[in-house]
């Protein structure tokens, strides 16, 4: 029972060291001591012993602790740096390269020039802080957002760019959840023909136009500007038709009565 106990000391103080690790950004740095720590807990916990080694290793971390690896003078400035952007959750699509680097500069290792300017561009942009769309680039998400459905998940299979684009644009109008503006970007550009008319409309107020009613063509007249609607999923238009006032998506209008 004794014997019991030490070990869930054991298994208890080692997780804890793993935390301070995960959290000072030394699981890089140390990876060989991290490694160890995790396999000891592994096994303890599997009810196997370690080796008198092992367990004078496992029992050294546990009563000394772990000491954090100083970073060499030359690299302080830049490591610093890195740190605080590894903090930043908008930042976090860059946090594994950006990573390797804090591991490569506390060990003394200088970046290439490429690496530099790399690690060089992705800080500017964490310092930048979230993209915060303007009242234009709302609306727009908007548009895009009602007309998301006029493409069926087979083709958003074969674009998975645009699909991740359009899942943030809806969390987004949501919750608030910030993104990065290249996804932004991307969507507007994929579904620009689609929206497009919302600031060049075909139709303005009041012009004539015929839609199909009761199988047979009728005129209509524009009661109001574009707006997206996502029922339609679809640019759209009120139109008085027959006395009512319909709403018609721009596909089925047209500027001449067809046969």
Known sequence: MACEKKNDMRIRVLQERIGWMVDNHQVKVQQKTFNFINDCVYRLRKG????????????????????????????????????????MAHASHNHNILGDFAVKLARGWELSEKQ???????????????????????????????V???????????????????SRIS??????THFRKYLFDTAAKSFNNRIKEISTPRFQIGD?????????????????????????????YDVLV???????????LKKQRRS
């Not at 530099?116 to 895009?144: D, F």
């Open 116 to 146: 530099l300017s790399w690690c060089e561009a992705m800080l500017n942009e964490a310092e930048a802080g979230p993209w915060i769309p303007t009242t234009e680039e709302v609306e727009t998400m908007r548009h895009l957002n009602n």
């Open 48 to 87: 196997k012993g370690l080796t008198p080694g092992q367990r004078r290793w496992a029992d050294s971390i546990i009563e000394e602790g772990l000491q954090r690896v100083e970073v060499p003078a030359k690299n302080k400035k830049l490591h610093t740096r890195i740190e605080a952007a590894l903090s």
């Open 242 to 252: 027959d006395g009512m006032t319909e709403k018609k998506g721009t596909d089925s």
């Open 171 to 176: 969390e987004f109008l949501e919750d608030g």
């Open 148 to 166: 998301r459905y006029s493409r069926n998940t087979y083709w958003y299979g074969g674009s998975p760019r645009v699909a991740e684009a359009m």
């Open 208 to 236: 004539k136009c015929f839609t199909r009613k009761d199988m047979e063509w009728k005129m209509g007249f524009v009661m109001s500007a574009p707006y997206t609607c996502k029922q339609l999923r679809s640019v759209c």
